[in-house]
Protein backbone atom coordinates (compact mmCIF):
# COMPACT_ATOMS: atom_id res chain seq x y z
CA UNK A 1 0.00 0.00 0.00
CA UNK A 2 1.52 3.11 -1.01
CA UNK A 3 -1.54 5.74 -1.21
CA UNK A 4 -1.32 9.51 0.38
CA UNK A 5 -4.08 10.97 2.17
CA UNK A 6 -5.50 13.75 0.73
CA UNK A 7 -6.10 15.70 3.74
CA UNK A 8 -2.79 17.59 5.13
CA UNK A 9 -2.53 17.94 8.93
CA UNK A 10 0.40 18.35 9.30
CA UNK A 11 3.80 21.18 7.79
CA UNK A 12 6.12 18.66 5.51
CA UNK A 13 9.42 20.14 5.30
CA UNK A 14 12.36 18.54 3.13
CA UNK A 15 15.12 17.21 5.30
CA UNK A 16 18.36 17.79 4.45
CA UNK A 17 21.00 15.04 4.14
CA UNK A 18 24.57 14.21 4.17
CA UNK A 19 24.85 10.45 4.41
CA UNK A 20 28.51 8.56 4.37
CA UNK A 21 29.30 4.79 4.54
CA UNK A 22 30.79 3.54 7.56
CA UNK A 23 32.08 0.52 8.37
CA UNK A 24 31.50 -1.93 11.14
CA UNK A 25 34.16 -3.88 13.48
CA UNK A 26 32.75 -7.08 14.78
CA UNK A 27 34.19 -7.83 18.16
CA UNK A 28 34.88 -10.99 20.24
CA UNK A 29 31.06 -12.44 21.80
CA UNK A 30 30.36 -10.90 25.14
CA UNK A 31 28.36 -11.97 27.99
CA UNK A 32 26.11 -14.86 29.32
CA UNK A 33 23.21 -15.56 27.43
CA UNK A 34 20.11 -16.89 29.73
CA UNK A 35 17.20 -18.16 27.88
CA UNK A 36 13.69 -18.34 29.72
CA UNK A 37 10.84 -20.88 27.94
CA UNK A 38 7.62 -19.29 27.58
CA UNK A 39 4.56 -20.94 29.39
CA UNK A 40 2.42 -20.88 25.98
CA UNK A 41 3.35 -23.01 23.06
CA UNK A 42 4.12 -21.72 19.46
CA UNK A 43 3.04 -18.12 21.70
CA UNK A 44 5.92 -16.22 19.31
CA UNK A 45 7.19 -13.68 21.26
CA UNK A 46 7.80 -10.64 19.33
CA UNK A 47 7.83 -6.81 20.85
CA UNK A 48 9.62 -6.65 24.67
CA UNK A 49 9.82 -3.64 27.39
CA UNK A 50 11.13 -2.88 30.54
CA UNK A 51 8.24 -2.25 32.90
CA UNK A 52 8.17 0.81 35.19
CA UNK A 53 8.00 -1.99 38.32
CA UNK A 54 11.74 -3.56 37.19
CA UNK A 55 10.50 -6.18 34.93
CA UNK A 56 10.35 -6.77 31.54
CA UNK A 57 7.14 -7.10 29.75
CA UNK A 58 6.47 -8.90 25.80
CA UNK A 59 3.88 -9.72 23.69
CA UNK A 60 2.37 -12.70 22.70
CA UNK A 61 0.74 -14.60 19.69
CA UNK A 62 1.09 -13.06 15.91
CA UNK A 63 -0.45 -14.24 12.50
CA UNK A 64 1.67 -16.95 12.08
CA UNK A 65 0.07 -18.85 15.40
CA UNK A 66 -2.97 -20.25 16.80
CA UNK A 67 -1.82 -19.42 20.49
CA UNK A 68 -4.27 -16.09 21.93
CA UNK A 69 -2.67 -12.86 22.40
CA UNK A 70 -1.77 -12.36 25.56
CA UNK A 71 0.71 -9.93 27.34
CA UNK A 72 3.89 -11.71 29.65
CA UNK A 73 5.71 -10.30 32.50
CA UNK A 74 9.22 -11.84 33.24
CA UNK A 75 11.37 -10.71 36.34
CA UNK A 76 14.89 -10.25 36.27
CA UNK A 77 15.34 -13.89 37.52
CA UNK A 78 13.43 -15.06 35.08
CA UNK A 79 9.81 -16.19 36.55
CA UNK A 80 7.32 -15.19 33.36
CA UNK A 81 3.34 -14.74 34.18
CA UNK A 82 1.42 -14.40 31.21
CA UNK A 83 -2.29 -12.23 31.12
CA UNK A 84 -4.91 -12.77 28.75
CA UNK A 85 -6.59 -9.55 27.37
CA UNK A 86 -10.75 -9.93 26.42
CA UNK A 87 -13.74 -8.32 24.11
CA UNK A 88 -13.70 -5.57 27.04
CA UNK A 89 -10.04 -5.13 27.31
CA UNK A 90 -9.96 -4.24 23.69
CA UNK A 91 -9.02 -7.47 21.90
CA UNK A 92 -11.50 -9.15 19.65
CA UNK A 93 -9.67 -12.19 18.67
CA UNK A 94 -6.81 -9.91 18.20
CA UNK A 95 -3.24 -9.85 16.88
CA UNK A 96 -0.97 -8.47 19.11
CA UNK A 97 1.42 -5.84 17.38
CA UNK A 98 3.62 -3.65 20.22
CA UNK A 99 3.86 -2.71 23.89
CA UNK A 100 5.30 0.27 25.44
CA UNK A 101 5.62 1.43 29.03
CA UNK A 102 3.89 4.63 30.11
CA UNK A 103 3.48 7.25 33.10
CA UNK A 104 1.50 6.15 35.77
CA UNK A 105 2.39 2.73 35.80
CA UNK A 106 0.16 2.03 32.18
CA UNK A 107 1.97 -0.04 29.61
CA UNK A 108 0.05 0.41 26.18
CA UNK A 109 -0.42 -2.11 23.99
CA UNK A 110 -1.76 -2.07 20.23
CA UNK A 111 -3.22 -4.90 17.80
CA UNK A 112 -4.89 -5.12 14.44
CA UNK A 113 -8.22 -3.75 16.58
CA UNK A 114 -8.84 -0.36 16.65
CA UNK A 115 -8.15 0.64 20.33
CA UNK A 116 -4.98 0.85 22.19
CA UNK A 117 -5.13 -1.25 25.18
CA UNK A 118 -3.80 -0.70 28.85
CA UNK A 119 -2.81 -2.48 31.28
CA UNK A 120 -1.69 -1.19 35.56
CA UNK A 121 1.74 -3.08 36.14
CA UNK A 122 1.01 -1.89 39.80
CA UNK A 123 -2.40 -3.28 39.75
CA UNK A 124 -1.82 -6.15 37.62
CA UNK A 125 -4.65 -5.78 35.57
CA UNK A 126 -6.27 -4.45 32.13
CA UNK A 127 -7.92 -1.02 32.41
CA UNK A 128 -10.18 0.49 29.61
CA UNK A 129 -8.88 -0.09 26.30
CA UNK A 130 -9.18 3.55 24.08
CA UNK A 131 -10.56 3.89 21.29
CA UNK A 132 -8.60 4.87 18.13
CA UNK A 133 -10.52 7.52 15.67
CA UNK A 134 -11.90 5.13 13.05
CA UNK A 135 -12.71 1.37 12.31
CA UNK A 136 -9.65 0.67 9.97
CA UNK A 137 -7.03 2.30 11.65
CA UNK A 138 -4.23 -0.69 12.42
CA UNK A 139 -2.36 -0.09 15.88
CA UNK A 140 1.08 -0.29 14.76
CA UNK A 141 4.40 0.29 16.59
CA UNK A 142 3.95 2.84 19.50
CA UNK A 143 6.22 5.07 21.29
CA UNK A 144 5.42 6.51 24.90
CA UNK A 145 6.55 10.07 26.06
CA UNK A 146 5.57 11.72 29.32
CA UNK A 147 2.52 13.08 27.25
CA UNK A 148 2.00 11.45 24.47
CA UNK A 149 1.65 8.03 22.55
CA UNK A 150 2.62 7.64 19.34
CA UNK A 151 1.18 5.35 16.95
CA UNK A 152 1.78 3.81 13.36
CA UNK A 153 -0.80 3.22 11.33
CA UNK A 154 -0.64 1.47 7.99
CA UNK A 155 -3.98 1.19 7.25
CA UNK A 156 -4.46 4.99 7.05
CA UNK A 157 -1.18 6.22 5.84
CA UNK A 158 -0.41 8.09 9.40
CA UNK A 159 0.78 8.83 12.42
CA UNK A 160 -1.48 9.32 15.25
CA UNK A 161 -0.48 11.28 18.31
CA UNK A 162 -3.00 10.01 21.83
CA UNK A 163 -2.45 13.04 24.09
CA UNK A 164 -2.87 11.19 27.78
CA UNK A 165 -4.07 13.87 29.77
CA UNK A 166 -7.14 15.24 27.13
CA UNK A 167 -7.50 11.70 25.28
CA UNK A 168 -7.41 13.14 21.89
CA UNK A 169 -6.09 12.10 18.96
CA UNK A 170 -4.14 14.05 16.21
CA UNK A 171 -3.35 12.48 12.92
CA UNK A 172 -0.14 12.91 10.46
CA UNK A 173 -0.14 11.87 6.90
CA UNK A 174 2.52 9.35 6.90
CA UNK A 175 2.98 7.24 3.99
CA UNK A 176 3.55 3.77 5.28
CA UNK A 177 4.96 4.73 8.08
CA UNK A 178 6.40 1.34 10.48
CA UNK A 179 7.97 2.09 13.47
CA UNK A 180 8.41 5.10 15.96
CA UNK A 181 10.51 6.15 19.33
CA UNK A 182 10.39 9.45 21.12
CA UNK A 183 13.57 11.63 22.63
CA UNK A 184 14.01 13.29 24.89
CA UNK A 185 11.80 16.64 24.41
CA UNK A 186 8.97 14.21 23.48
CA UNK A 187 9.68 14.88 19.54
CA UNK A 188 8.13 11.20 17.98
CA UNK A 189 10.60 9.76 15.34
CA UNK A 190 9.42 7.57 12.76
CA UNK A 191 10.50 4.76 9.81
CA UNK A 192 9.05 4.81 6.42
CA UNK A 193 10.92 1.53 4.35
CA UNK A 194 9.39 2.84 1.43
CA UNK A 195 10.14 1.18 -1.48
CA UNK A 196 14.16 1.25 -2.31
CA UNK A 197 13.72 1.95 -6.35
CA UNK A 198 12.05 4.95 -5.83
CA UNK A 199 13.85 7.56 -4.99
CA UNK A 200 12.53 9.73 -1.82
CA UNK A 201 10.04 7.28 -0.01
CA UNK A 202 12.52 5.35 2.19
CA UNK A 203 12.96 7.81 5.13
CA UNK A 204 13.60 8.43 8.74
CA UNK A 205 10.96 10.96 10.11
CA UNK A 206 10.75 13.50 13.16
CA UNK A 207 7.36 15.10 13.94
CA UNK A 208 8.10 18.10 16.28
CA UNK A 209 6.01 17.36 19.40
CA UNK A 210 5.38 22.08 19.82
CA UNK A 211 5.14 22.83 16.34
CA UNK A 212 3.45 19.80 14.85
CA UNK A 213 6.07 20.00 11.54
CA UNK A 214 7.24 17.20 9.60
CA UNK A 215 10.76 17.03 8.50
CA UNK A 216 12.32 13.84 6.30
CA UNK A 217 15.39 12.53 6.03
CA UNK A 218 15.64 10.06 2.89
CA UNK A 219 17.94 7.34 3.96
CA UNK A 220 20.40 7.47 0.68
CA UNK A 221 23.49 8.17 -0.58
CA UNK A 222 22.74 9.02 -4.48
CA UNK A 223 23.83 5.26 -5.19
CA UNK A 224 22.40 3.17 -2.29
CA UNK A 225 19.41 3.29 -0.78
CA UNK A 226 18.19 1.31 2.57
CA UNK A 227 15.10 0.69 4.02
CA UNK A 228 14.71 1.60 7.65
CA UNK A 229 12.29 -0.44 9.74
CA UNK A 230 12.89 -0.20 13.65
CA UNK A 231 14.36 2.33 15.32
CA UNK A 232 15.64 4.18 18.95
CA UNK A 233 16.69 7.17 20.39
CA UNK A 234 20.13 7.13 22.17
CA UNK A 235 21.04 8.86 25.65
CA UNK A 236 22.78 11.37 23.59
CA UNK A 237 20.17 12.40 21.02
CA UNK A 238 21.06 10.11 18.09
CA UNK A 239 18.56 8.35 16.03
CA UNK A 240 19.68 4.54 15.00
CA UNK A 241 17.28 2.15 12.91
CA UNK A 242 18.07 -1.27 11.44
CA UNK A 243 17.38 -1.85 7.44
CA UNK A 244 16.22 -5.65 7.51
CA UNK A 245 16.45 -6.64 3.62
CA UNK A 246 19.16 -5.66 0.94
CA UNK A 247 20.89 -4.22 1.72
CA UNK A 248 21.37 -4.83 5.28
CA UNK A 249 22.73 -2.49 7.81
CA UNK A 250 22.12 -0.45 11.00
CA UNK A 251 21.95 3.34 10.36
CA UNK A 252 22.61 6.17 13.15
CA UNK A 253 21.15 9.64 12.19
CA UNK A 254 22.84 13.02 13.24
CA UNK A 255 19.59 15.58 14.40
CA UNK A 256 21.96 18.10 14.55
CA UNK A 257 22.60 18.36 10.62
CA UNK A 258 20.87 15.60 9.19
CA UNK A 259 23.80 13.52 8.72
CA UNK A 260 23.66 9.72 8.24
CA UNK A 261 26.22 7.07 8.24
CA UNK A 262 25.77 3.03 7.59
CA UNK A 263 27.18 0.28 9.20
CA UNK A 264 26.50 -2.61 6.59
CA UNK A 265 25.62 -6.08 8.51
CA UNK A 266 25.37 -8.26 5.48
CA UNK A 267 23.35 -11.74 6.02
CA UNK A 268 22.51 -11.00 9.75
CA UNK A 269 19.11 -10.26 9.78
CA UNK A 270 19.11 -6.77 11.69
CA UNK A 271 15.40 -6.01 13.32
CA UNK A 272 14.39 -4.76 16.81
CA UNK A 273 17.08 -2.32 17.99
CA UNK A 274 16.99 -0.23 21.69
CA UNK A 275 19.26 2.45 23.30
CA UNK A 276 21.18 1.29 26.12
CA UNK A 277 22.17 3.53 29.34
CA UNK A 278 25.70 3.83 28.44
CA UNK A 279 25.07 5.70 24.94
CA UNK A 280 25.41 2.30 22.54
CA UNK A 281 22.65 0.92 21.13
CA UNK A 282 21.56 -3.16 20.76
CA UNK A 283 20.00 -4.89 17.99
CA UNK A 284 19.01 -8.34 17.16
CA UNK A 285 20.19 -10.20 14.45
CA UNK A 286 17.27 -12.19 12.86
CA UNK A 287 19.10 -14.54 10.63
CA UNK A 288 22.44 -15.21 12.41
CA UNK A 289 20.53 -15.72 15.81
CA UNK A 290 21.99 -13.20 18.40
CA UNK A 291 22.33 -9.91 19.71
CA UNK A 292 24.71 -7.29 19.24
CA UNK A 293 25.71 -3.89 20.38
CA UNK A 294 27.26 -1.29 18.22
CA UNK A 295 29.15 2.22 19.12
CA UNK A 296 29.37 5.40 17.19
CA UNK A 297 32.44 4.34 16.08
CA UNK A 298 30.62 1.07 14.25
CA UNK A 299 31.87 -1.30 16.44
CA UNK A 300 29.91 -4.19 17.23
CA UNK A 301 30.23 -6.83 19.97
CA UNK A 302 27.86 -9.57 19.52
CA UNK A 303 26.33 -12.44 21.72
CA UNK A 304 26.58 -15.80 21.72
CA UNK A 305 23.75 -16.93 18.42
CA UNK A 306 21.29 -19.42 18.37
CA UNK A 307 21.18 -20.68 15.23
CA UNK A 308 17.07 -20.43 13.96
CA UNK A 309 16.23 -18.84 17.48
CA UNK A 310 14.77 -16.09 15.67
CA UNK A 311 15.80 -13.06 17.42
CA UNK A 312 13.20 -10.23 17.27
CA UNK A 313 12.16 -7.00 19.54
CA UNK A 314 15.05 -6.30 22.22
CA UNK A 315 14.78 -3.76 24.91
CA UNK A 316 17.82 -2.79 27.14
CA UNK A 317 17.50 -2.74 31.21
CA UNK A 318 18.31 -0.04 33.51
CA UNK A 319 21.65 -2.29 34.18
CA UNK A 320 22.88 -2.03 30.65
CA UNK A 321 21.57 -5.98 29.80
CA UNK A 322 19.85 -6.33 26.79
CA UNK A 323 16.20 -8.51 26.71
CA UNK A 324 15.18 -9.82 23.28
CA UNK A 325 12.31 -12.37 22.01
CA UNK A 326 13.35 -15.20 20.49
CA UNK A 327 10.12 -15.85 18.50
CA UNK A 328 11.04 -18.91 16.31
CA UNK A 329 12.17 -21.03 19.59
CA UNK A 330 9.32 -19.71 21.99
CA UNK A 331 12.05 -18.24 24.70
CA UNK A 332 12.88 -14.95 25.63
CA UNK A 333 16.50 -13.66 26.27
CA UNK A 334 18.72 -11.85 28.48
CA UNK A 335 22.69 -11.60 27.97
CA UNK A 336 24.00 -10.88 31.02
CA UNK A 337 27.45 -8.23 30.73
CA UNK A 338 28.52 -8.49 34.11
Same mark, same amino acid.
Given at each position: MSRRLARVMATVLAGGLALSLGSAAVGAPVGG??????????????????????????????????????????????????????????????????????????????????????????????? +?????? &? $???? !???????? *????????????????QISSGQFTSFPVSDPADAAVDEAGNAWFTQPGDVNAPGTSNIGRIDAATGAVTRTPTTDGSTTVAPRDITVASDGQVWFTARFTPQAVGRL??????? +?????? &? $???? !???????? *??????????????????????????VKGSGPFGITVAPNGDPWYTMMAVNKIAALQLR
Open positions: LKQFKVPTANSQPRAIANGSDGNRWFTEGTDFTSAPAKIARITPAGVITEFAPVVTDGCNFCIITDIAQGPGDILYITSNDPTVMRFNVATQSFE +TPVQMP &N $TIAL !GGDLAVSA *TDVWITDFNNDVVWRYNPSNNSV +TLFPVT &N $TGPS !GIAASPDG *TVWFTQETKGNAARITNAGVITEGKA
